[in-house]
């Protein structure tokens, strides 16, 4: 079965970073576009970034561009977020997802909080 199991949350001070990482098994991995998603509250769930499967088509949500980076690690099932100059409205529960055919699979989330 599906498993992803994200890891890497915490509490950063703005302007400070975090690395998210996923790592994924039960599925061809390689075979699938990953993605980063994240949920602040009160707030519908929203796409952050996604990287195609061999890495040559990205997508970063507008209010992340040129902070976040996406990567992915084919060989070791794993796919990351690299989160710089971290900001208050960064803070959120991040849930890594793949969606085979029409089904969503979700890890449990790891909470990043920034705040001073």
């Known amino acids: 079965q599906v498993q992803l199991v994200e890891s890497g949350g915490g509490l950063v001070q703005p302007g400070g970073s975090l690395r998210l990482s996923c790592a994924a098994s039960?599925?061809?991995?390689?075979?699938?576009?990953m993605r980063w998603y994240r949920q602040a509250p009160g707030k519908e769930r929203e796409l952050v970034a996604y990287?195609?499967?061999?890495?040559?088509?990205?997508y970063y949500t507008d209010s992340v561009k040129g902070r976040f980076t996406i990567s992915r690690d084919n060989a070791k099932n794993t796919v990351s977020l690299q989160m710089n100059s971290l900001k208050p409205e960064d803070t959120a529960v991040y849930y890594c997802?793949?969606?085979?055919?029409?089904?969503?699979?979700w890890g449990q989330g790891t909470q990043v909080t920034v705040s001073s």
């Open positions: 997802n793949v969606r085979k055919t029409t089904v969503d699979y």
């Open positions: 990287m195609s499967p061999t890495g040559g088509n990205t």
């Open positions: 039960g599925f061809t991995f390689r075979s699938y576009t």
